[in-house]
């Protein structure tokens, strides 16, 4: 496996289905963690949440603070296992016997973490973090270093004036740079990126994200790319999937999502973004509150303590999301979409 | 109120403030000068390591003690930076208000919201504990937290983000302060409260006719609340102006790459146009413009002379050798 991998690494695995078959499948993922304390209460961190993604597409992921975002980034690595649900990878079943091997999986998906500095071995320099990965995976000591030169010049950095310094040595835009070569080390199909541009200054952020988009185009990457700025996802997805509170509230194209969004929380959620003219300032708060617990989400549809619409139906009945057909499928989980839920405004969005 | 009308809130010039240690100095804020008039909400916006937390706490001189301060800063006429202790005290809270970016770390996790607000009023009036308590009561209505009788036993861990910048809020309110200093605080918020609190400080500002300095990051923020802007690079003022000229028409390059390098509606298929490299060393800052290593219009000059401001207008500064304004 390791030696097929370095005569040539773009062929291993090999694309077994094609483009049709979708990379990544999650079913009904499921993580709660326990509260210290609290007999039988859970934080509900990611509740039922199913979605594909497709070889070469962007998948955007926004949500506010707590909605279980990270928590998902994490479970798709399989850096914690989930409760319940299941994980299909290119075909491959992840963490059940017969299925991906954890190991090839990790090769094969990568993560770039929000900090760019405590996802650094702060007693290692650059080149031995980047060249660790491949090492570990099988690679000899020298080639992994010189998987690790290359793949520093990919992203920008002198191998030579970069490789031998420590991260205290470097800002937050080549500290990313890092992450983001210690990624790609492992030659993987997919990355997971969980809010990459977040910590950085604007000016750098803009050159972070134009180094992304190269990098996908060259390597063939697929990113699943978590944030909370609304228009970092908007300029860089093609689909977006919303969260609230642990669950899907909807998901589809992204112009969809921005221009006719289906979902009550995701409009209030693009209302209320800045929109940069002060000639058009926000009069009046989309909505009002904070996000609910995740402890003790509200029953049925967990905005509907935050909704202009909420009705009887919203508190007794979880909202599904929409049938999902394909790619160009845009769907929500809201009662108003179902004109069969009883909620009295449904079909009419 | 009374003819001082002309005279602005706060008059800053020439202040420089410099951290020193053994190893190093740190030039975090050098010869920044601007003025803020009653009624004003002045944005200060910058990226991290800018200078621009700094020169809103050395209006109130919330300070370390290894920090240098030097130049002329004026609260209402008053003269800070010759305060003795006593003054300050009764500034910090009184004629001056604070609000921080993380309210869980500037409230006090060990006593209740209303004995924080309190102890405050308590000190700055010379009222007792009822009045204070019903002064807080009133305080957080005003600041608009649901069921505020409850919320005023509350420890500010049982509050959620938005209630806790609330409490805040109230807190620096509570002495009728004429200058309001806001430190980034809606950046720890999510979108949805974000904006709650962004439209809550606007109408408070207007109602209570207010001075406002609002320190932030995000350019989208500062759309939504300033009347002027104050762009700040590497510990200097590089740019000041009416809040929608800077954005729709600005004239220091840094400020322009700013705004082009800010995602906001780009073409998906095009790079965004980002600003080379990354910012100064602030202990080894050169000679001449900051900006220069990174600028599109640098000349040799640039990197020999620190630029002077320049003002296109009398609200309308920038401190740039290479103006490429026909605006005369």
Redo the contacts between chains.
């Keep these: 496996m390791a030696l097929a991998a370095a005569s040539n690494p773009r062929l291993d695995p090999p694309d077994r289905a094609g483009p049709a078959q979708p990379l990544l499948i999650a079913r009904d993922l499921k993580k709660h963690f326990p509260v210290k304390g609290a007999r039988g209460k859970a934080v509900q961190a990611v509740d039922g949440v199913s979605f594909t993604v497709r070889k070469g597409e962007t998948l955007g992921i926004v949500g ?2 707590g909605c279980g975002k990270s928590t998902l980034a994490r479970l798709l690595l399989h850096l914690v296992s989930p409760d319940a649900g299941e994980l299909v990878f290119d075909g491959d079943a992840v963490g059940v016997a017969g299925g991906i091997a954890l190991n090839a999986l990790r090769r094969q998906v990568q993560i770039v973490f929000q900090d760019s500095y405590s996802s650094l071995n702060p007693r290692m320099p650059v080149r031995d973090s980047v060249a660790f990965g491949p090492f570990i995976q099988g690679r000899k000591k020298a080639e992994a270093r010189d998987i690790a030169r290359a793949i520093l010049g990919k992203v920008g950095l002198d191998a030579n004036l970069f490789g031998p310094r420590y991260p205290h040595e470097l ?1 937050g ?2 500290k990313q740079r890092v992450n983001i070569a210690r990624a790609l080390a492992t030659d993987p199909r997919m990355v997971i990126l969980d809010e990459p541009v977040s910590a950085l ?7 972070v ?2 180094l992304l ?2 990098l996908k185009r060259q390597l063939n990457l697929t990113y699943v790319f978590i944030s ?5 996802v ?3 997805s093609d689909r977006v999937l919303v969260m609230y509170l642990g669950r899907v509230v909807e998901l589809g194209p992204v112009d969809a999502i921005f221009e006719q969004p289906l979902h009550p929380y995701t409009r ?2 693009l209302a ?8 058009r ?11 609910p ?1 995740p402890i003790d989400p509200p029953s049925g549809c967990r905005f509907r303590t935050r909704c202009p619409c909420a009705e009887p139906v919203c508190e007794s009945t979880v909202p599904v999301l929409g049938e999902w057909l394909d790619m160009q499928s845009h769907v929500a989980a809201c009662h108003m979409q179902d004109p069969k839920s009883g909620h009295s405004k449904a079909g009419e969005a | 109120m009374d003819g001082s009308v002309e005279l602005p809130l706060v008059e800053v010039s020439d202040l420089s403030v410099k951290f020193v240690s053994r190893e190093v100095t740190v030039h975090a804020v050098n010869n920044v000068s601007f003025s803020a008039r009653r009624g004003e909400v002045l944005c200060i916006l910058g ?2 390591g800018s200078g621009k937390s700094v020169t809103l706490r050395s209006l109130m001189r919330l300070l370390p003690r290894q920090a240098r301060v030097d130049g002329d800063v004026r609260v209402n006429g008053k003269d800070v930076l010759a305060m003795g202790a006593r003054e300050l005290r009764d500034l910090r809270g009184g004629l001056v208000a604070m609000i921080f970016q993380e309210p869980m770390t500037a409230l006090d996790p060990v006593y209740t919201v209303g004995q924080q607000i309190g102890e405050m009023v308590r000190r700055h009036t010379g009222c007792d504990r009822k009045a204070a308590r019903a002064r807080g009561l009133e305080l957080l209505d005003l600041v608009g937290v649901p069921s505020a009788q409850r919320r005023l036993d509350a420890y500010p861990h049982e509050l ?4 806790r910048q609330r409490a805040m809020i109230a807190m620096a309110l509570s002495c009728n302060p004429q200058l309001l200093l806001a430190d980034e605080p809606t950046t720890a918020l ?7 609190v ?2 809550l400080l606007r109408r408070l500002q207007r109602e209570l006719g207010m001075g406002m300095i609002f320190v932030t ?5 500062a ?2 609340i ?1 009347d002027t802007i104050a762009v700040m690079y590497a510990g200097r003022i590089v740019e000041i102006g009416p ?2 000229q800077v ?1 729709s028409d600005p004239l220091h390059p840094y400020t322009a ?2 705004l082009a ?6 073409q ?1 298929d095009h ?6 490299g ?2 100064p060393d602030m202990r080894r800052l050169s000679q001449g413009c900051s900006f220069a290593p ?1 600028c599109p219009r640098q000349s040799v000059r640039c990197h020999a002379t620190v630029p002077q401001p320049r003002f296109i207008a009398p609200d309308r500064m920038a401190a740039c050798l290479n103006l490429s304004v026909g605006t005369e």
């Design positions: 506010e603070s800002s835009g080549q200054d604007k000016s750098v952020e803009a050159q994200l134009n988009r190269a909370h700025d609304l228009n970092v908007r300029y860089i209030a959620l209320s973004h800045p929109s940069m003219d002060p000639a300032r926000i009069e009046e708060p989309p909505i009002s509150g904070d996000p617990n | 990226e991290s959620s983000g938005g209630l999510d979108a949805t409260v974000q904006v709650q962004l439209i990051h995000d350019l989208g923020v759309a939504e300033a809040v929608a954005l790459g700013l390098s800010t995602v906001h509606g780009q998906k790079d965004i146009d980002a600003i080379p990354s910012p990174r």
